[in-house]
Protein backbone atom coordinates (compact mmCIF):
# COMPACT_ATOMS: atom_id res chain seq x y z
CA UNK A 1 0.00 0.00 0.00
CA UNK A 2 1.18 3.51 -0.89
CA UNK A 3 2.09 5.13 2.33
CA UNK A 4 1.35 8.88 1.15
CA UNK A 5 -2.44 7.65 0.50
CA UNK A 6 -2.39 5.44 4.02
CA UNK A 7 -1.42 8.61 5.57
CA UNK A 8 -3.97 10.58 3.80
CA UNK A 9 -6.80 8.14 4.11
CA UNK A 10 -5.81 7.37 7.93
CA UNK A 11 -6.08 12.03 8.27
CA UNK A 12 -9.37 12.25 6.45
CA UNK A 13 -11.36 9.04 8.65
CA UNK A 14 -10.01 11.05 11.71
CA UNK A 15 -11.11 14.17 10.74
CA UNK A 16 -14.44 12.77 9.39
CA UNK A 17 -15.05 11.04 12.94
CA UNK A 18 -13.78 14.30 15.03
CA UNK A 19 -16.31 16.29 12.38
CA UNK A 20 -19.01 13.80 13.47
CA UNK A 21 -18.67 14.19 17.44
CA UNK A 22 -18.27 17.84 17.41
CA UNK A 23 -21.53 18.29 15.60
CA UNK A 24 -23.18 15.82 18.05
CA UNK A 25 -21.38 17.66 20.75
CA UNK A 26 -22.62 20.84 19.60
CA UNK A 27 -25.97 19.58 19.20
CA UNK A 28 -26.15 18.62 22.40
CA UNK A 29 -25.65 21.71 23.68
CA UNK A 30 -27.61 23.50 21.81
CA UNK A 31 -30.48 21.67 22.97
CA UNK A 32 -29.00 22.34 26.51
CA UNK A 33 -28.21 26.10 25.65
CA UNK A 34 -31.82 26.48 23.90
CA UNK A 35 -33.42 24.75 27.59
CA UNK A 36 -31.52 27.07 29.50
CA UNK A 37 -32.31 30.37 27.73
CA UNK A 38 -36.10 29.69 27.37
CA UNK A 39 -38.05 31.17 29.51
CA UNK A 40 -40.49 29.75 32.46
CA UNK A 41 -43.94 29.02 31.47
CA UNK A 42 -46.60 30.71 33.33
CA UNK A 43 -48.08 28.69 35.99
CA UNK A 44 -51.55 28.71 34.62
CA UNK A 45 -50.45 27.67 31.03
CA UNK A 46 -48.06 24.90 32.82
CA UNK A 47 -50.69 23.28 34.15
CA UNK A 48 -52.67 23.03 31.03
CA UNK A 49 -49.59 21.11 29.00
CA UNK A 50 -48.94 18.95 32.07
CA UNK A 51 -51.91 17.26 32.31
CA UNK A 52 -50.43 14.61 30.01
CA UNK A 53 -47.30 13.63 32.20
CA UNK A 54 -47.13 11.78 35.82
CA UNK A 55 -43.69 14.06 38.04
CA UNK A 56 -42.13 11.45 39.24
CA UNK A 57 -41.46 12.01 42.92
CA UNK A 58 -38.82 9.41 43.75
CA UNK A 59 -36.69 11.34 41.03
CA UNK A 60 -38.07 15.24 41.97
CA UNK A 61 -38.18 17.19 45.14
CA UNK A 62 -34.98 15.58 46.74
CA UNK A 63 -34.92 15.42 49.83
CA UNK A 64 -38.12 16.53 50.11
CA UNK A 65 -39.70 14.28 53.06
CA UNK A 66 -41.59 11.56 50.78
CA UNK A 67 -45.37 12.71 51.17
CA UNK A 68 -44.84 16.50 50.97
CA UNK A 69 -43.34 15.89 47.28
CA UNK A 70 -47.26 15.61 46.06
CA UNK A 71 -47.89 18.91 47.16
CA UNK A 72 -44.38 19.98 45.40
CA UNK A 73 -45.82 18.08 42.47
CA UNK A 74 -48.93 20.04 42.41
CA UNK A 75 -47.62 23.65 43.23
CA UNK A 76 -45.87 23.81 39.88
CA UNK A 77 -48.88 22.49 37.70
CA UNK A 78 -49.13 18.83 37.79
CA UNK A 79 -52.44 17.06 37.79
CA UNK A 80 -50.16 13.51 38.47
CA UNK A 81 -47.50 11.76 40.00
CA UNK A 82 -45.99 8.21 40.19
CA UNK A 83 -43.58 6.51 42.16
CA UNK A 84 -41.83 3.40 43.18
CA UNK A 85 -42.30 1.41 46.27
CA UNK A 86 -45.24 2.62 48.61
CA UNK A 87 -44.12 -0.02 51.08
CA UNK A 88 -41.80 1.75 53.00
CA UNK A 89 -42.52 3.05 56.36
CA UNK A 90 -38.94 4.33 56.92
CA UNK A 91 -39.21 7.25 54.61
CA UNK A 92 -43.22 7.78 55.52
CA UNK A 93 -44.80 4.96 52.52
CA UNK A 94 -47.36 3.33 53.43
CA UNK A 95 -50.41 2.32 50.57
CA UNK A 96 -52.82 3.94 52.90
CA UNK A 97 -50.64 7.48 53.59
CA UNK A 98 -50.01 8.36 50.62
CA UNK A 99 -53.66 7.61 49.11
CA UNK A 100 -54.92 9.89 52.02
CA UNK A 101 -51.98 12.85 50.80
CA UNK A 102 -53.21 12.20 47.19
CA UNK A 103 -56.96 12.56 48.28
CA UNK A 104 -55.87 15.65 50.31
CA UNK A 105 -53.97 17.63 47.35
CA UNK A 106 -56.48 16.36 44.87
CA UNK A 107 -53.92 14.48 42.72
CA UNK A 108 -54.03 11.07 40.77
CA UNK A 109 -51.41 8.46 40.74
CA UNK A 110 -51.25 6.64 37.39
CA UNK A 111 -48.55 3.97 38.93
CA UNK A 112 -46.13 2.11 41.23
CA UNK A 113 -43.40 -0.30 41.67
CA UNK A 114 -43.50 -2.13 44.50
CA UNK A 115 -40.69 -4.13 44.52
CA UNK A 116 -40.43 -7.53 43.87
CA UNK A 117 -37.86 -10.53 44.88
CA UNK A 118 -35.22 -11.53 41.76
CA UNK A 119 -37.76 -14.02 41.30
CA UNK A 120 -36.15 -15.62 38.03
CA UNK A 121 -34.10 -17.86 41.21
CA UNK A 122 -36.31 -20.67 41.78
CA UNK A 123 -35.47 -20.24 45.92
CA UNK A 124 -37.85 -16.77 45.50
CA UNK A 125 -40.69 -18.27 44.28
CA UNK A 126 -42.69 -18.30 47.61
CA UNK A 127 -41.77 -14.46 48.30
CA UNK A 128 -42.70 -14.09 44.91
CA UNK A 129 -46.59 -14.73 46.04
CA UNK A 130 -46.20 -13.05 49.17
CA UNK A 131 -45.10 -10.08 47.31
CA UNK A 132 -47.81 -10.31 44.36
CA UNK A 133 -50.48 -10.11 46.96
CA UNK A 134 -48.86 -7.11 48.89
CA UNK A 135 -49.09 -5.45 45.64
CA UNK A 136 -52.43 -6.04 44.42
CA UNK A 137 -53.55 -5.15 48.18
CA UNK A 138 -51.89 -2.05 47.72
CA UNK A 139 -52.92 -1.11 44.06
CA UNK A 140 -55.95 -1.67 46.13
CA UNK A 141 -56.02 1.01 48.74
CA UNK A 142 -53.84 3.12 46.03
CA UNK A 143 -56.83 3.52 43.76
CA UNK A 144 -54.22 2.19 40.58
CA UNK A 145 -54.62 -1.06 38.71
CA UNK A 146 -51.25 -0.78 37.07
CA UNK A 147 -47.93 -1.85 39.02
CA UNK A 148 -44.59 -2.00 37.62
CA UNK A 149 -42.54 -5.54 37.58
CA UNK A 150 -39.19 -5.68 37.63
CA UNK A 151 -37.19 -8.79 39.47
CA UNK A 152 -34.96 -9.52 37.06
CA UNK A 153 -31.57 -9.56 38.31
CA UNK A 154 -28.93 -12.30 36.98
CA UNK A 155 -28.95 -15.45 38.82
CA UNK A 156 -25.72 -17.42 39.91
CA UNK A 157 -25.12 -20.63 37.98
CA UNK A 158 -27.98 -20.23 35.38
CA UNK A 159 -28.22 -19.42 32.23
CA UNK A 160 -30.64 -16.29 30.42
CA UNK A 161 -32.19 -19.05 29.26
CA UNK A 162 -32.83 -20.78 32.16
CA UNK A 163 -33.83 -17.00 33.81
CA UNK A 164 -36.15 -16.09 31.14
CA UNK A 165 -38.05 -19.42 30.84
CA UNK A 166 -38.19 -19.06 35.35
CA UNK A 167 -39.35 -15.49 34.83
CA UNK A 168 -42.10 -16.20 32.56
CA UNK A 169 -43.47 -19.29 34.22
CA UNK A 170 -44.34 -17.41 37.53
CA UNK A 171 -45.79 -14.50 35.53
CA UNK A 172 -47.81 -16.69 33.56
CA UNK A 173 -49.05 -18.30 36.53
CA UNK A 174 -49.96 -15.06 38.27
CA UNK A 175 -51.97 -14.00 35.41
CA UNK A 176 -55.09 -15.37 35.97
CA UNK A 177 -55.03 -13.74 39.72
CA UNK A 178 -54.20 -10.27 38.20
CA UNK A 179 -57.04 -10.57 35.46
CA UNK A 180 -59.59 -11.96 38.55
CA UNK A 181 -58.77 -8.44 39.97
CA UNK A 182 -58.65 -6.52 36.70
CA UNK A 183 -54.96 -5.27 37.37
CA UNK A 184 -52.00 -5.37 34.77
CA UNK A 185 -48.58 -5.87 36.02
CA UNK A 186 -46.12 -4.20 33.69
CA UNK A 187 -42.86 -5.78 33.55
CA UNK A 188 -39.92 -3.04 33.18
CA UNK A 189 -36.98 -3.61 31.24
CA UNK A 190 -33.76 -1.37 32.08
CA UNK A 191 -30.68 -0.82 30.05
CA UNK A 192 -27.08 -1.74 30.28
CA UNK A 193 -25.24 0.69 30.94
CA UNK A 194 -26.79 1.97 34.20
CA UNK A 195 -28.33 -0.85 35.45
CA UNK A 196 -25.77 -3.04 34.77
CA UNK A 197 -26.28 -7.25 36.28
CA UNK A 198 -29.75 -7.68 35.03
CA UNK A 199 -31.34 -9.99 32.17
CA UNK A 200 -33.95 -7.87 30.52
CA UNK A 201 -33.00 -5.00 28.54
CA UNK A 202 -34.57 -3.07 25.81
CA UNK A 203 -37.33 -4.68 24.27
CA UNK A 204 -35.93 -8.07 24.33
CA UNK A 205 -37.10 -10.85 25.91
CA UNK A 206 -39.74 -8.26 27.64
CA UNK A 207 -42.00 -8.94 24.13
CA UNK A 208 -41.41 -12.33 23.92
CA UNK A 209 -42.09 -13.00 27.52
CA UNK A 210 -45.52 -10.62 27.09
CA UNK A 211 -46.35 -12.24 23.75
CA UNK A 212 -45.72 -16.17 25.44
CA UNK A 213 -48.08 -15.48 28.10
CA UNK A 214 -50.78 -13.49 25.93
CA UNK A 215 -52.55 -12.20 29.14
CA UNK A 216 -54.15 -8.25 29.24
CA UNK A 217 -52.69 -8.33 32.93
CA UNK A 218 -48.91 -8.73 31.82
CA UNK A 219 -47.49 -5.84 29.62
CA UNK A 220 -44.54 -3.92 29.03
CA UNK A 221 -43.42 -0.51 31.17
CA UNK A 222 -41.87 0.97 27.58
CA UNK A 223 -39.71 3.44 29.71
CA UNK A 224 -38.12 5.74 26.49
CA UNK A 225 -34.36 6.39 28.48
CA UNK A 226 -33.69 2.40 28.83
CA UNK A 227 -34.78 2.06 25.51
CA UNK A 228 -32.62 4.30 23.80
CA UNK A 229 -29.88 3.46 25.86
CA UNK A 230 -30.60 -0.59 25.20
CA UNK A 231 -31.79 -0.49 21.08
CA UNK A 232 -32.31 3.27 19.77
CA UNK A 233 -34.96 3.62 17.14
CA UNK A 234 -37.22 4.49 18.93
CA UNK A 235 -40.32 5.17 16.57
CA UNK A 236 -40.12 1.80 15.02
CA UNK A 237 -39.39 -0.29 17.93
CA UNK A 238 -42.60 1.22 19.37
CA UNK A 239 -44.40 0.49 16.68
CA UNK A 240 -43.25 -3.30 16.50
CA UNK A 241 -43.79 -3.69 20.41
CA UNK A 242 -46.73 -1.59 20.32
CA UNK A 243 -49.70 -4.33 20.95
CA UNK A 244 -47.43 -4.98 24.63
CA UNK A 245 -47.29 -1.65 25.57
CA UNK A 246 -49.14 -0.36 29.13
CA UNK A 247 -47.48 2.38 30.70
CA UNK A 248 -45.35 4.87 29.44
CA UNK A 249 -41.80 6.63 30.80
CA UNK A 250 -39.64 9.21 29.67
CA UNK A 251 -36.23 10.78 30.25
CA UNK A 252 -33.76 12.07 27.87
CA UNK A 253 -30.71 10.22 26.97
CA UNK A 254 -27.79 9.67 27.60
CA UNK A 255 -27.84 11.71 31.43
CA UNK A 256 -31.27 11.10 32.53
CA UNK A 257 -32.41 14.51 32.31
CA UNK A 258 -35.71 16.10 30.90
CA UNK A 259 -36.00 15.67 27.44
CA UNK A 260 -33.96 18.69 25.46
CA UNK A 261 -30.89 18.05 27.33
CA UNK A 262 -29.87 15.05 25.17
CA UNK A 263 -30.25 12.98 21.96
CA UNK A 264 -33.77 12.10 21.81
CA UNK A 265 -36.22 14.25 19.63
CA UNK A 266 -39.38 13.44 21.55
CA UNK A 267 -41.45 16.19 19.79
CA UNK A 268 -41.40 13.28 16.84
CA UNK A 269 -42.05 9.95 19.65
CA UNK A 270 -44.38 11.89 21.88
CA UNK A 271 -46.46 12.07 18.50
CA UNK A 272 -45.74 8.85 17.19
CA UNK A 273 -46.93 7.93 20.17
CA UNK A 274 -50.48 9.10 20.52
CA UNK A 275 -50.83 8.15 16.87
CA UNK A 276 -50.42 4.53 17.66
CA UNK A 277 -53.40 4.91 19.76
CA UNK A 278 -51.94 5.13 23.27
CA UNK A 279 -53.74 7.44 25.21
CA UNK A 280 -52.34 7.21 28.88
CA UNK A 281 -50.19 9.18 31.14
CA UNK A 282 -46.52 9.63 30.25
CA UNK A 283 -44.19 9.17 33.14
CA UNK A 284 -41.80 11.79 33.95
CA UNK A 285 -38.94 9.53 35.53
CA UNK A 286 -36.44 11.77 35.59
CA UNK A 287 -33.93 14.08 37.34
CA UNK A 288 -34.47 17.57 36.43
CA UNK A 289 -31.57 19.03 34.92
CA UNK A 290 -29.46 21.22 38.22
CA UNK A 291 -32.03 20.12 40.80
CA UNK A 292 -34.28 22.83 39.13
CA UNK A 293 -38.05 21.43 39.23
CA UNK A 294 -39.61 24.20 37.97
CA UNK A 295 -37.61 24.96 34.95
CA UNK A 296 -38.00 21.01 33.85
CA UNK A 297 -41.61 21.40 34.16
CA UNK A 298 -41.43 23.82 32.03
CA UNK A 299 -39.48 22.37 29.73
CA UNK A 300 -41.69 19.08 29.52
CA UNK A 301 -44.68 21.39 29.25
CA UNK A 302 -43.07 23.53 26.28
CA UNK A 303 -42.80 20.15 24.60
CA UNK A 304 -46.35 18.98 24.89
CA UNK A 305 -46.97 22.36 23.77
CA UNK A 306 -45.22 21.97 20.28
CA UNK A 307 -46.62 19.20 19.44
CA UNK A 308 -50.06 19.69 20.81
CA UNK A 309 -50.15 16.77 22.74
CA UNK A 310 -53.42 15.19 23.29
CA UNK A 311 -54.53 15.16 26.88
CA UNK A 312 -54.60 11.59 28.23
CA UNK A 313 -58.39 10.27 27.70
CA UNK A 314 -57.99 7.50 30.68
Known amino acids: MNRRKFVSGSLLIGSSAALAACSSNMQSTLNNTN????????????????????????????????LERIAAA??????????????????????????????????????????????????????FWEWLEIAIESGKTLGVPNFNVTGHKLVEGLSIKQMVENYTSLLKQAAPRLEAVNMVATIEPYNPYTHRGHFI????????????????????????????RTNGNLITHLENGFDQVAYIQLADSPYRNQPGTGEVAYGNVLTRLRELGYNGFIGAEFFPLDKDAEKAASDIAYLAKSIQLANPSI
Not at 35 to 63: D, G, H, T, Y
Not at 203 to 227: G, Q, T, Y
Open 35 to 66: SQQRQIMPLAERKVWLSSFACNIEQWFRPMPF
Open 74 to 127: KAIGFSAVEMWNPNHKQSGKTPESIALEIKKQKMRLTSYSPNPPNFADPANEGA
Open 201 to 228: YGNEPALSVCREINSPSVKINWDFFHMQ
